[in-house]
């Protein structure tokens, strides 16, 4: 490619609008312009290094066997009706209605479609299993669409889905794919953790996530000091504490306060120690079971996990807190001011609240508090459950080391669903002895666009972005200085540029009449990984100046042997050529 | 591929809801399989289809300086309402409404967003022309989906957008794109005219369609048998006649007809030359020019062409009959005996009427109609327009032969849209002499999913699909007879097998425990160019069996010549590997 006849789109300025530095980049780099809130278009530079992920994500997928499909991305609502998700997955689902008046949606994920698909085409178990996946354009309506394309409203992802008669086989494809999203993203030169997660709107109930390590990232991720056990925040396991409770020495004493409205105002204003305190945090019940509030204890210096306490058979899911006005249905105090002691609803203490002793609790007096609580004088210990998120320095729930967390960008999502949506729509085979049986099925989501985001937070430097070589836009720039002047310098730019193309080398030749410095900062803003600088100068010696993106070093080469380093070096990048 | 390990989905009866050849040879076939009306998922088959298509028109594309881009599928409605094309384009745009109330396009098309693209990005003529292009998912709500993928709501579209700071540009790119859309059909060994066309909800002024030529086409193109001319017959000119008009010898006389509904009934009941009758057919006026309705003169034997129609300036449009309650406002007959003379309304005669002498027309009385009717003598020679179909034996618009008339199916549609877009949403560019310009724009569509069907809809026969080289998901099937009986067999088709992948061949090894004559009827269905059948028998001669499957020729061959032979005659597809 030549600059001249290519649409480089870079810009100077930093973009006011983008909020991370990928973001920036990408809008900087010429690589996505906004069309609206969480729609983008692609421009030539970054659909480039859309279809190299694409590329090595769909070798990836052949390898082990997935068949690539394609489906519609308009859907009709009869399929989630069925599957129960036109009222579940709530209003990040796009509804719209054609001109017959029949309803549809853009689709999310397609796990309705291709589990239809399946129960029309596959009657015997003969047939599974069966493993198909598509790269393909999917929507989500996000609230607040932010971060670029990490979290767009249109984005391309790679969706496979596996179907099996037995669990057994299922687990078996999903180590498999397992390993392939972890081939993937080494392939990419990336940092990144695996972690048990949540499965959320997808369900199933084991999933596991890939996380690209970034300070910039919105997931936290529980990692062991001494283990390979991670997990997402969301569903690490916080252990009960080691040590036995200790037997309270104070006794209960109640106090009136003035203008405490937190739990740093009780830490503050009557010096006592934080993780004393228990905070009562109230909620509604699940209706199918119980009626009216729930109260959750939780220590002060813990955080209540909502994914965990949804996941409580008494518990609202969505989790739902309930307000001033309910809870004084319940007892004489406002929400700043409750406590366990004689409190008239189900109660929850999280594993480490039941391990206190001479804590604090509110007194369900407006402005009043006890101190000196202990467990079994006091009142009685309630239900214990793991309801708080893990911090740093908790034990791993494997029983290696303690726990430290670490920021990541979500890139891959694999699911067990087991039979969800095939019960739900009734996708059955029949099984070797001839009765009926219900396939089981997995998932496995990849998200294109989000990779390249999160390719370029983790890898960049003050002029820009830093490509692995299979990623990168083009692998080679080549910039003449003084093209219009020098003959020599033209002449061997043109021919190594022919050399390189002739080798399967994707290069541009920057053969604009610009100053070298804009030349240089362009191919360094887009990341190129291997510059090459011809001048006049060091054509008196036949040499090329080369610089090494990532490495940010200069050297001189012959020119012969310039060809020779570079065909060493991008050898691997060279096996997915464009 | 092993079919083992892959998902044929064969079927063998003909699919009922089925109403072309191409739509029931892509579902038997495993292609294709219908979600929803007018909404398909591509099996594995049918998109390996789709991407040898998609890669061959991308080279093309890339091969001519276009560069590729990827823009949202989902559009804001505020850049249609800026076109115009938010009310122009009708019931097929499918509108949707986001969480937060704002309006949008499923898109049909990009014109607006790539226009908002380049008058954001694109401020100096220095940067024109910009040739982009795009292979992406669009969607239209037709009214009525048919013809599988032929006539879809949802469909893959190369679509290519560009701009030039002059017509003289425009038309140079114009040019090339022709040819590169010729090159691609070529490739593909279709058998297709191009011919000229109306615009349309696109607009401009000047467009081509690409027609691929079947019988099940329903296109009508009228093309000279003498020179290179063709048109659709929407827009075909039908010239004056060649002779003057003749002297009329009859006398007007008025008769009375009972139970005369159609000019058939008048030719039969009164055995009237057919040729000698005037339909007067009215339409409403366009009301920015005049009220009411306007006549219009067409031969007895000839069809009123509503495109032609709807360009004249009084006509409204889209063209709109007026209704017999309208018509007897205006005389004291309805729609079946109309007739020029005496009609208070403008009066608009087509080429062909003007030539006529002793004609018959309706009389303004019910029932009543005048015979031996003479222009100039009887009435005035009204307005004169080319409103008719031409009919095959009609003169070429170019002069040269006659016209013939042959079906097709449009494929691909180039237009020169001038500055339709540029000028509604203001794109334009400081030129080189420091003033204003609105930008010219061309836009260039191709259908791939249609191509398919297209394709098959011309290349098939009763065993199945006949698919050219370039286009067939797998170029060879190697059938070996009695696999798991003969280890020799075995042996000799897994050898072949790595061979011919080795070679970088796309071939399918049929490792099925099947009867042979299922083998081999799937793999004829499917349409592979190139079939090998290894049996025991004719591996005693250390022979396989070949069969064209394009040829229907069987030929014996030594196994060490066969993947010679493949080799020379796959090598033109083996250009684009898969």
Redesign the interface.
Same mark, same amino acid.
């Given at each position: 490619m030549r600059t001249t =006849?290519?649409?480089l *789109?870079t810009l100077k300025e930093k973009p006011s609008s983008a909020d991370t530095i990928s973001h920036q980049l990408m809008l900087r780099a010429g690589m996505i312009?906004q069309?609206?809130s969480g %729609?983008? !278009?692609?421009?030539?530079t970054g659909?480039r290094v859309? =279809?190299k992920i694409t590329r090595l994500v769909r070798e990836e997928m052949q390898r082990i066997?997935f068949?690539?499909? *394609?489906?519609? #991305? #308009? =859907?009709?609502a009869s399929l989630w009706q069925e599957s129960g998700r036109w009222e579940q997955y709530g *209003? $990040?689902l796009?509804? %719209?209605?054609?001109?017959n008046g029949?309803s549809?949606v853009?689709g999310p994920t397609h796990e309705e479609?291709i589990t239809? %698909?399946i129960r029309? $085409?596959v009657t015997s178990y003969k047939q599974l299993p #069966?493993k198909?996946f598509q790269i393909? !354009?999917k929507?989500r309506?996000e #609230?607040r669409p932010r971060f670029g394309v990490i979290r767009s409203? $249109?984005f391309l992802m790679k969706d496979g889905y596996s179907f099996h008669e037995t669990q057994e086989s299922l687990q078996e494809t999903y180590a498999v794919m397992y390993s392939a999203y972890r081939n993937i993203l080494k392939k990419m030169d990336l940092n990144f953790c695996i972690v048990e997660a949540d499965t959320g709107s997808i369900g199933g109930c084991i999933s596991h996530e890939f996380q690209v390590l970034a300070e910039s990232g919105d997931n936290d991720i529980a990692y062991s000091t001494e283990s390979t056990y991670a997990a997402n925040l969301e569903i690490a396991e916080a252990l009960p504490p080691s040590n036995a409770r200790q037997l309270g020495s104070q006794i209960k004493t109640q106090f009136l306060t003035q203008n405490v409205t937190t739990t740093q105002d009780l830490v503050e204003k009557f010096h006592v120690p934080i993780n004393k305190i228990v905070q009562t945090l109230v909620v509604k019940a699940n209706t199918d079971i119980a009626d009216g509030l729930v109260a959750l204890l939780v220590r002060g210096d813990h955080v209540l996990n909502k994914i965990k306490a949804e996941r409580i058979d008494i518990i609202a899911s969505p989790l739902c807190f309930a307000t001033d006005q309910e809870i004084r249905r319940y007892c004489q105090a406002g929400i700043k001011s409750l406590g366990p002691i004689g409190l008239n609803m189900p109660i929850i203490a999280d594993r480490s609240v039941a391990a206190m002793s001479d804590f604090i609790v509110g007194a369900n007096i407006d402005g009043q508090y006890f101190t000196g609580i202990n467990w079994e004088r006091d009142l009685p210990l309630p239900r214990i459950e793991d309801i708080r998120n893990v911090v740093e320095g908790d034990m791993s729930s494997d029983g290696k080391g303690v726990l430290l967390i670490k920021r990541g960008i979500e890139v891959g999502h694999i699911f067990q669903l087991g039979t969800k949506y095939s019960n739900a729509m009734k996708a059955i085979v029949q099984s070797v002895d001839g009765c009926s049986k219900t396939i089981s099925m997995g998932c496995y989501g990849l998200g294109i666009s989000r990779l390249i985001a999160a390719a370029i937070e983790q890898n960049h430097d003050e002029h820009g972005i830093l490509w692995s070589p299979v990623l990168a836009p083009f692998q080679v720039a080549i910039l003449p200085i003084n093209i219009q002047q020098s003959f020599r310098v033209r002449c061997t730019a043109e021919d190594l540029y022919s050399q390189l193309l002739a080798q399967g080398i994707d290069v541009i030749l920057d053969d604009r009449i610009e100053r070298p410095g804009i030349m240089f900062s362009d191919m360094e803003l887009i990341g190129i990984p291997h510059i090459l600088v011809i001048s006049e100068r060091n054509l008196n010696n036949k040499e090329i100046e080369y610089k090494s993106r990532v490495l940010n070093q200069k050297r001189m080469f012959k020119i012969s042997e310039m060809i020779l380093y570079l065909k060493s070096v991008l050898h691997d990048a060279m096996l997915h050529p464009n």
């Open positions: =006849q290519y649409m *789109s312009r069309l609206a %729609l983008y !278009t692609w421009l030539p659909l859309v =279809q066997g068949l690539e499909v *394609s489906m519609p #991305i #308009i =859907q009709p *209003s $990040e796009l509804k %719209l209605v054609d001109r029949r549809f853009v479609v239809d %698909l029309n $085409e #069966i198909l393909h !354009t929507f309506d #609230i409203r $249109e």
